[in-house]
């Protein structure tokens, strides 16, 4: 248990639609990322966050949205979904002085 | 910025054989370095790290990863496949600084086979 908790688990969704992608820790983890995974691709990042209030764009932020109000909860939005955006969604935490992120299960989601 | 090169994307083996996956990264400062697993519809789980100390690290299920400076590699090895070891591999690297984010390898697939 990585102490990180997705919800939904998957998620179809149209064209031009907003959706957002839930991720939650318990384990009081400072640092927190979201991924995209895609074949031929490995995971990219999309967005991070340090603390709460403090979040800085990755790889490939376009097309999304984050914010971290509260320490425990990391959420990803879409503000106008488009098929590119058809992925598996993974959120990761890193606690201050760890070396590893820990990973939640993954959000597949459909762009229809 | 970093890169990290998992050749191929796909190795096949035999029950019982040597297996080995393959992780070069771009860093000239040695970074921190990391396996993961990934089982189908599945999370990623950390098999091994490398911070700092021994080159030779020890992981979970039998896995090992060797870092080798001079030719800015981290390979996994494990000396006999298990049917359970079928999965995709991660490699990733992290600079050692202040940044915390993570580069990935485009993930490699093991296939066993009996």
């Known amino acids: 248990d990585a102490g990180i908790t997705q919800s939904p688990r998957y998620k179809i969704t149209e064209t031009g639609r907003q959706v957002t992608l839930m991720c939650h820790q318990t384990?009081?983890?400072?640092?927190m990322f979201w991924y995209r995974q895609d074949l031929g691709h490995g995971l990219r990042l999309i967005y991070y966050s340090a603390a709460a209030d403090i979040t800085d764009k990755g790889e490939v932020p376009d097309g999304y949205v984050v914010s971290r109000s509260k320490t425990e909860n990391f959420p990803l939005t879409l503000e106008s979904a488009t098929r590119s955006q058809t992925s598996v969604y993974f959120c990761?935490?890193?606690?201050?002085?760890?070396?590893?992120?820990?990973f939640g299960p993954g959000t597949r989601l459909t762009v229809t | 910025a970093q890169s990290v090169t998992q050749l191929g994307s796909h190795v096949s083996v035999s029950e019982g054989a040597l297996v080995l996956l393959r992780c070069n990264y771009s860093s000239s400062v040695p970074p921190y370095l990391f396996w993961y697993v990934q089982y189908p519809n599945q999370g990623l789980q950390l098999l091994l790290k490398y911070t700092t100390g021994a080159t030779l690290v020890k992981g979970i299920n039998g896995f090992e990863a060797e870092f080798k400076k001079s030719e800015t590699s981290f390979h996994l090895t494990k000396p006999s496949a298990h049917m359970s070891d079928a999965a995709e591999y991660f490699c990733?690297?992290?600079?050692?600084?202040?940044?915390?984010?993570?580069?990935f390898g485009k993930g490699i697939t093991l296939s066993v086979r009996p």
């Open positions: 384990w009081s983890h400072s640092y």
């Open positions: 990733a690297v992290r600079d050692t600084g202040a940044n915390s984010k993570l580069t």
């Open positions: 990761a935490g890193l606690g201050v002085g760890s070396y590893e992120q820990y």
